[in-house]
T-cell receptor
Framework: DQQVKQNSPSLSVQEGRISILNCDYT??????FLWYKKYPAEGPTFLIS?????DKNEDGRFTVFLNKSAKHLSLHIVPSQPGDSAVYFC????????????FGQGTRLTINP | KAGVTQTPRYLIKTRGQQVTLSCSPI?????VSWYQQTPGQGLQFLFE???????NKGNFPGRFSGRQFSNSRSEMNVSTLELGDSALYLC????????????FGQGTRLTVV
């Protein structure tokens, strides 16, 4: 039972353009969502999060959008840079502060020069 | 400030053996969580410890256990290893119960042969 789904295993984007990574969830009890970035041979690194009371959160080049009615969130990276090439994981939890995160399968983002 | 440290980085064990993995959280962090990452199942939550008490538990068999010491360092143990236990085991730490943005270590790559 995959409660958090990232349906695109990979995404390729030209440097300078916008990268949009998508994530869907099925459990309506989730109310806190996070994005992590992972390079090979390293642990995931926290990028940005959003609470269910918001529909948008922005941090520099990264913006996360949440559509609760569609149970969908997306991560926008603009402009995309070569260093953004990594695997991106979407994660959800039922309570903010709870460490029991449910992760998606990840999307491998490749930024082409 | 040192990050989350996991030891060992790589481990090869034989089926039926047991293994103990160690995690030292960021100084001052009291919550430690463990995750298993496999190609087929992705990142899955194992358990979380806070102030030496297991606070959350994932859906793993009893062969997987953990503990946390008074200095917040944590160990996880897997007994009667199976081939399917081969995975990257990630530890994450967080300052307290109000933070979901956990900081991950580099992981321990366990191979069961």
């Amino acid at each position: 039972d995959q409660q958090v789904k990232q349906n695109s295993p990979s995404l390729s984007v030209q440097e300078g353009r916008i990268s949009i990574l998508n994530c869907d969830y099925t459990n309506s009890m989730f109310d806190y969502f996070l994005w992590y970035k992972k390079y090979p041979a390293e642990g995931p690194t926290f990028l940005i999060s959003i609470s269910s009371i918001k529909d948008k959160n922005e941090d520099g080049r990264f913006t996360v959008f949440l559509n609760k009615s569609a149970k969908h969130l997306s991560l926008h990276i603009v402009p995309s840079q070569p260093g953004d090439s990594a695997v991106y994981f979407c994660a959800a939890s039922k309570v903010q502060g709870a460490q029991k995160l449910v992760f998606g399968q990840g999307t491998r983002l490749t930024i082409n020069p | 400030k040192a990050g989350v440290t996991q030891t060992p980085r790589y481990l090869i064990k034989t089926r039926g053996q047991q293994v103990t993995l160690s995690c030292s959280p960021i100084s001052g962090h009291r919550s430690v969580s463990w995750y298993q990452q496999t190609p087929g199942q992705g990142l899955q939550f194992l358990f979380e410890y806070f102030s030496e008490t297991q606070r959350n538990k994932g859906n793993f068999p009893g062969r997987f256990s953990g503990r946390q010491f008074s200095n917040s360092r944590s160990e996880m143990n897997v007994s009667t290893l199976e081939l399917g236990d081969s995975a990257l085991y990630l530890c994450a730490s967080s300052p307290d119960s109000m933070n979901t943005e956990a900081f991950f270590g580099q992981g321990t790559r366990l191979t069961v042969v």
